[in-house]
């Protein structure tokens, strides 16, 4: 029988890494004000096989803590040892932010609005340089995990660019109940990976600062899917149904200021005048519905119980103009993570969606 080709050493920064083997390998960005240095720590997990090699980025907003405990527990699995190609992965790329535990670098600056980064640039433009010159530019395919602000959990779903087919076909693996394809916003990593030809996808799920162990679960499973996917893990992925693909998605926003509630839960599809929520005056003078008003699913919700008027109070993936929609968002249903999965953590804001349809 013939040998199947070994892979060659693997470099990063001035680290070889040797087939079979996993490294934790520090790359320099700057110094601190403190004159400690900041780095970058990426695990580089090489394969004895050669094969593709997948990026996996997580706290690229310091707060959103989901996405450093999907590839916590990506690092603790035991079938990697048996990969293909090179699995890259970063567990926090905003360090200061990450201590802090705030979505931006400690100059206020969105890390996410600084790529592609500069060499000459502040500390988080430095990052972002790093990061795309040494590691992004190393990679077949980005996986760049996320959250939604403190108090806006997002239901799981997968951010890809339109007209990308190896984007969709991967997202379609990952298998979210929703996949919105939409532009990236210049200076972001994904706007700055596409720029690169990269094949990326944004993993949106839970809210910041708070584990949701259901959509990390899915993050998990979805990222080991497309690994297998791109047959650097062998076997076959859990069979799930088709997410529904949406190229736009809309805020409804708090008709009045005052106490808001939420009558609807993540993951519900609603018709056009649905009443999603209502806003009541402290002073007991009445209540102001909150309607939808188009067809969505609702893909992200505030939790926060006071509102002015104008707040972003749920966020939407528009229905319009979707075939078949009522068929497709049933089997969505599917794709959704069980609240009775987490029974042993904290209860999760999912809808049953026994009531979808
Ligand atoms: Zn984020």
């Keep these: 029988m013939a040998k199947s080709p070994r892979a060659e050493p693997f470099q990063l920064g001035d680290v070889s890494v040797a087939p079979g083997t996993r490294e934790r390998v520090q790359l320099d960005v700057g110094t601190y004000l403190t004159s400690e240095s900041l780095r970058l720590a990426v695990h580089v997990l090489h394969g004895r096989r050669p094969g593709p090699v997948t990026l996996v980025t997580a706290a690229i907003h310091g707060d959103e803590t ?14 990697l040892k048996r990969l293909a190609g090179t699995l890259l992965a970063i567990p926090i790329v905003n360090r200061p932010g990450f201590v802090t535990r705030s979505r931006y670098m400690p100059d206020r600056r969105d890390l996410n609005r600084l790529f592609p980064g500069s060499p000459t640039g502040s500390l988080g433009s430095r990052l972002a340089k790093v990061l795309i010159d040494e590691v992004v530019k190393r990679a077949d395919v980005v996986i760049d995990l996320h959250t939604g602000a403190v108090n806006r959990p997002n239901l799981p779903q997968l951010r890809i660019s339109p007209g990308r087919s190896a984007e969709l076909e991967l997202a379609r693996v990952f298998a979210p109940p929703v996949i919105l394809a939409g532009e990236p916003r210049e200076g972001t990593f994904r706007h700055a990976c596409r720029a690169l030809g990269k094949t990326c996808l944004l993993y949106e799920a839970g809210e910041a600062l708070r584990l949701d162990t259901p959509a990390i679960r899915f993050g998990v499973q979805g990222v080991l899917s497309v690994l297998r996917q791109l ?8 069979i799930r149904r088709l997410p529904l693909v949406c190229s736009r998605s809309f805020w409804e926003r708090a008709p009045a200021g005052g106490i808001f509630t939420p009558l609807v839960s993540l993951g519900r599809a609603v018709e056009a005048g649905t009443q999603l929520g209502f806003v009541a005056d402290p002073h007991g003078t009445g209540d102001t519905p909150v309607l939808a008003s188009r067809p969505g699913l609702l893909i992200g919700r505030t939790n926060d119980a006071a509102a002015d008027e104008g707040d972003g109070l749920f966020h939407l993936a528009s229905l319009e103009g979707i075939d078949q929609a009522e068929s497709r ?5 599917e794709n959704l993570p069980s609240a009775h999965d987490d029974e042993d953590d904290h209860p999760v804001p999912y809808d ?6």
């Design 329 to 333: 968002i049933a089997r969505t249903a």
């Design 352 to 357: 049953s969606l026994n009531d979808t349809i």
């Design 231 to 238: 047959q650097m893990l062998r076997g076959k992925s859990p």
């Design 66 to 79: 989901n996405g450093t405990e999907i590839v916590r527990r990506l690092l603790r699995e035991r079938r």
